[in-house]
T-cell receptor, first 113, second 111 residues
Framework: DQQVKQNSPSLSVQEGRISILNCDYT??????FLWYKKYPAEGPTFLIS?????DKNEDGRFTVFLNKSAKHLSLHIVPSQPGDSAVYFC????????????FGTGTRLTVIP | EADIYQTPRYLVIGTGKKITLECSQT?????MYWYQQDPGMELHLIHY???????EKGDLSSESTVSRIRTEHFPLTLESARPSHTSQYLC??????????FGNGTRLTVT
């Protein structure tokens, strides 16, 4: 049973606009959430994370929002750039540094110039 | 530059062959991991290690085995490859509470 779900397999956005990628989880024990970005033929690279004690974390153009009651998190990219085109994976763990991250299936973002 | 390296990047091999996927990291991380990913699917943990001589199985059952004789090296071995083993294998490492740092993966095809 999938504990982290990304229900949108793909998303297209115009350059300069906001990209919003969504992620839902089922395990209430998860308390640490991450977003990874993956380009073709490369491994995932860490983008941004958030602990369950926060509801927002911002790093430059990237902001992650966490809604614990809804078991939902989202990644906002503003403004979107063509170089942001990649597959974005949401991941969660039951504690920071835990041996296992549970990943979603990814959302392919295409930013149109 | 500190990084994590996987070889080979691509491997096509016949059924029944023994293969070893190499993974090395130069960051001095204690924890290392192997994930398996099929196209369009999530990454699944198949093995992890917290240090030298420590190996554990992940949540996805795998016929592969791993070893951790040196901190920087975490090879994965399949004694007898089968078409069902066709997948992408991603190695990762982490130190302390740092996020996982992934290699570029090995895409394995068993014919």
């Amino acid at each position: 049973d999938q504990q982290v779900k990304q229900n949108s397999p793909s998303l297209s956005v115009q350059e300069g606009r906001i990209s919003i990628l969504n992620c839902d989880y089922t395990n209430s024990m998860f308390d640490y959430f991450l977003w990874y970005k993956k380009y073709p033929a490369e491994g995932p690279t860490f983008l941004i994370s958030i602990s369950s004690i926060k509801d927002k974390n911002e790093d430059g153009r990237f902001t992650v929002f966490l809604n614990k009651s809804a078991k939902h998190l989202s990644l906002h990219i503003v403004p979107s750039q063509p170089g942001d085109s990649a597959v974005y994976f949401c991941a969660a763990s039951a504690q920071t540094g835990a041996n296992n991250l549970f990943f979603g299936t990814g959302t392919r973002l295409t930013v149109i110039p | 530059e500190a990084d994590i390296y996987q070889t080979p990047r691509y491997l096509v091999i016949g059924t029944g062959k023994k293969i070893t996927l190499e993974c090395s990291q130069t960051m001095g991380h204690d924890k290392m991991y192997w994930y398996q990913q099929d196209p369009g699917m999530e990454l699944h943990l198949i093995h992890y290690s917290y240090g030298v001589n420590s190996t554990e199985k992940g949540d996805l059952s795998s016929e592969s085995t791993v070893s951790r004789i040196r901190t920087e090296h975490f090879p994965l071995t399949l004694e007898s490859a089968r078409p069902s083993h066709t997948s992408q294998y991603l190695c990762a490492s982490s130190g302390g509470r740092t996020p996982l740092h992934f290699g570029n993966g090995t895409r394995l095809t068993v014919t």
